[in-house]
């Protein structure tokens, strides 16, 4: 541990000589190693070879991605054991009776188990009817390519699918991006299944880095507004396509590069949050406190 703090405060002294792009590349290379994952639903990711098992695995994680991180590691690992640690599979397997029975006495905070069952039940019946959820999510690709209103009006095509296959009207597991909520666990979900480096294990071949937007949350929206990449009040879809385009000046071709690396910032233990204002010469005050 002392010595990831002595990494920390060597970069910081040469992080006052350079750019912002260079110090968050500094941050990128440093830390966007897969050793700093834990705790993060994104851990559960690694276990899935086949990519279209990951996908549905990957969708589950991310809707379970809210609360405090070590309830969601444990909600996540209760769903995927009541599937054998094969999402697809037993998704393909099981009726829709079936899963209901399954997932009967399943709860996490806000969700219950009528709502988790019809969530899975319209995962089962888009990849039955579509092959994956790629391929749901790839046919409705916009003619141009690479603005970030055109992904947000795909994923809300995709959360369309699933919710009407799934039977409800609503639901807490699927944020509706017509209601211009920032969807941060949707594009979360994205995040992990487009990009492929050490951290994000990839995947999806119907978008590109550059297509994707910002798992905005309170933490990152505080660090964009003090980088001047936002002026706007609320976390909102607004807000989240405009910090996109923000680093997307830094990083064109990727512009959620420095979204894990950020995040890490207040989750590890080894990695506090009262470090990061000065790394990237940020006010101090600015970032809030995470929930552990």
Known sequence: MAQVH???????????????????????????KRKYVEPDPLQFLYRFKDKKEREVAGLICASLAFGRVYQIIKAISICLEKMDMQPR?????????????????????FVKAREMACFLTGIKIIIERYGSLEEAFSLDRPKSRGLPVEVADRLCAFVGKIMEASGIERSYLLPDPMKKSACKRLFLFL???????????????CLEPRDLLVPLDTHMFNISKTLGLTSRKQPGLATAIEITRGFSKICPEDPVRYDFVLTRFGIREELSLRELPSILKLDKGQIPRRAS
């Open 6 to 32: 002595a990494v920390v405060r060597f970069e910081q002294t040469n992080l006052d000589e350079i750019g912002l792009k260079d110090r968050l590349q500094a941050l990128y290379l440093c830390y966007n």
């Open 191 to 205: 995040r992990w299944m487009v990009r492929n480096d050490e951290v994000d294990p990839g995947g999806w071949r």
């Open 89 to 109: 599979a037993f998704l393909l397997a099981h009726e829709p009776s079936d899963i209901e029975a399954i997932f009967s006495d399943f709860s996490y905070r």
